[in-house]
């Protein structure tokens, strides 16, 4: 059993900021990629960042440079720093892990609940 747990969610003007955070918690072995999708009304859910067990990031292009990930291995703990945030981030963020349980010899993804996020004009 796997558990990702949210939260950081909440409503921003624009060129405000927001932290979001995942933690992890369950029968975890360990833990490979870590990321955040996030989909807006009448969108397709879209990567927003990645993060691999070594530091490695990917973002997508419209928030690089303005958005950081982060984690903390200790903790399987995932965060997402966002800042000058934009109307168009406005979306349901969902952290993601890919994950090997004590009991499987291969690894899965497992997904959090869900935060939203939105950005006022």
């Known amino acids: 059993q796997v558990q990702l747990v949210e939260s950081g969610g909440g409503l921003v003007e624009a060129g405000g900021s927001l932290r979001l955070s995942c933690a992890g918690s369950g029968s975890i072995s360990s833990i490979d990629t870590m990321g955040w999708y996030r989909q807006a009304p009448g969108k397709q859910r879209e990567l927003v960042a990645s993060?691999?067990?070594?530091?490695?990031?990917n973002y997508l292009d419209s928030v690089k440079g303005r958005f950081t990930i982060s984690r903390e291995n200790a903790k399987n703990t995932v965060y997402l720093q966002m800042n000058s945030l934009e109307p168009e981030d406005t979306a349901v963020y969902y952290c993601m892990m890919t994950v090997r349980t004590w009991r499987s010899l291969s690894f899965g993804s497992y997904w959090g609940q869900g935060t939203q996020v939105t950005v006022s004009s």
């Open positions: 993060i691999t067990r070594g530091g490695n990031t």
